[in-house]
């Protein structure tokens, strides 16, 4: 198949990487976005979010004529769609998949499909969601035939191909990753393996639509069920007084052993959702995966504990001071380090909470955002490292920011300590 023109739809942390590599390749690119303010900087050749040399491609792609943004689709050869895809509550459950943004992207771009295109679903999704985005593309468009009616003779063709790539590494990954292409028919996955071999260096491996979805979920869940491991340890060795990070060195020493370094929990819209996916679909089978899903959201309380007996150890040492007198400094509120994204953070979770209950200041050090997020963290302060070192009586590590590995123990040997990353423990 030629693809002269490809849009992506939604140009977020996935969305805009992707539409400015495919551009790069001299492609023309159409960027579809909600977000008019997003819109504007891309087509100023800027970018609104935090991703080494994403800024680089952006800027290129744009002045060259290949790529430019909008907020109403257009005709295209293939679509993108690279939406979220959060939680919504209901009957007790908070974590059932929340499709609304796959249907309104499907919606959107169905008025300007025609015979012969290709639509992919790259957001992340319970199994069986690109079936429903087609029946979403059916109902709009009656004149057009899809897989789930017509099989490999449709009108147009539908596929799922779930990005896997590690932010902070997102434009490289992209082209370097393997890639599984699952389509709902043969030549719906290959359509699209096809559109990938324009970007992807990597091996694009075609298999169901269903098999691509699950493969995800079963990626992240794998990563999720391991760290749970790693902080369900560290919390075991609190009580029992053991260095976790000493422990965890001289275990990995075994040949076949290699435990994750324990955190406040675990966040990003990955690890931190997929696995939800899973049980939401087979609540009753998915027990480990369901344990360990606990275990990671249960680990910011945990954090939150600590940092609460501290205050009281502070106290007690300085009998003449209130809690009120108490300052606490976290440092890091990103999901993991050298990134400024605050998608599902522990850490912003950590620190949120911190704030609920310290009657105290609370400082922040987050080095990749210019401001806190708005209607979260109303009271605290972002300051920068040498400030919180001065000011704060406790000192809570969130997240391993680069920055913040280099400053050395003897700089915080007279504050408390909360390290959830070991970078001054270790």
């Known amino acids: 198949m030629n693809f002269d023109t490809i849009s992506v739809i939604g140009l977020g942390y996935i969305g805009l990487p992707t539409a400015a590599v495919i551009a790069s390749r001299r492609k023309n690119v159409i960027g579809v976005d909600i977000n008019q303010n997003a819109v504007d900087t891309i087509n100023r050749g800027d970018i609104h979010i935090v991703e080494p040399e994403l800024d680089i491609v952006v800027h290129s792609a744009v002045n060259e004529g290949c790529l430019r943004a909008t907020t109403v689709p257009e005709p295209a050869d293939a679509f993108l769609i690279a939406v979220p895809t959060p939680f919504k509550a209901e009957n007790g459950n908070d974590h059932v998949p929340d499709l609304t943004y796959i249907e309104a992207a499907s919606k959107a771009i169905a008025p300007v499909l025609e015979k012969g295109n290709l639509v992919i679903l790259e957001s992340t999704s319970p199994v069986g969601a690109t079936e429903q985005m087609a029946q979403w593309l059916a109902e709009a468009r009656p004149d057009l035939t899809f897989p789930q009616t017509h099989g490999e003779d449709s009108d147009i063709r539908v596929a799922h191909c779930p990005e896997r790539v590690l932010p902070g590494h997102v434009v490289r990954e992209l082209v370097e990753?393997?890639?599984?292409?699952?389509?709902?028919?043969?030549?719906?996955?290959?359509?699209?393996?096809s559109l990938y071999s324009i970007f992807v260096e990597g091996e694009c491996i075609t298999t169901t639509a269903r098999t691509a979805e699950m493969?995800?979920?079963?990626?992240?869940?794998?990563?999720?069920?391991?760290?749970?491991?790693?902080?369900?340890?560290?919390?075991?060795?609190?009580?029992?007084?053991?260095?976790?990070?000493?422990l965890i060195r001289l275990s990995n020493r075994h040949p076949r052993v290699n435990i994750l370094q324990p955190g406040p929990g675990v966040g990003g819209h990955c690890i931190a959702v997929d696995p939800w996916f899973i049980v939401s679909e087979t609540p009753d089978e998915a027990r480990l995966i369901r344990t360990a899903r606990e275990v990671n959201d249960g680990k910011p309380q945990w954090v939150l504990e600590k940092v609460q007996q501290a205050v009281g150890q502070f106290l007690t040492a300085n009998p003449d001071k209130t809690a009120r007198d108490v300052t606490i400094a976290c440092f890091g509120l990103a999901f993991k380090p050298d990134i400024d994204d605050l998608r599902e953070s522990p850490a912003l979770r950590v620190a949120e909470a911190i704030l609920d209950k310290h009657v105290g200041g609370l400082l922040v050090v987050e080095p990749n955002i210019a401001s806190l997020p708005d209607t979260k963290l109303e009271g605290a302060e972002l300051v920068g490292a040498s400030q919180a070192l001065a000011q704060a009586d406790i000192l809570v590590m969130l997240?391993?920011?680069?920055?913040?590995?280099?400053?050395?123990?003897?700089?915080?040997?007279?504050?408390?300590?909360?390290?959830?990353?070991?970078?001054?423990e270790a």
């Open 215 to 246: 493969a995800k979920l079963t990626e992240n869940s794998f990563r999720d069920v391991n760290i749970a491991f790693a902080n369900e340890l560290s919390i075991i060795c609190d009580k029992l007084d053991i260095n976790v990070w000493e």
């Open 177 to 193: 990753n393997d890639r599984v292409i699952g389509g709902m028919t043969a030549k719906c996955s290959a359509a699209a393996a």
């Open 399 to 424: 997240v391993d920011h680069k920055p913040f590995t280099q400053i050395g123990r003897e700089n915080v040997a007279e504050r408390l300590i909360i390290d959830c990353r070991g970078v001054w």
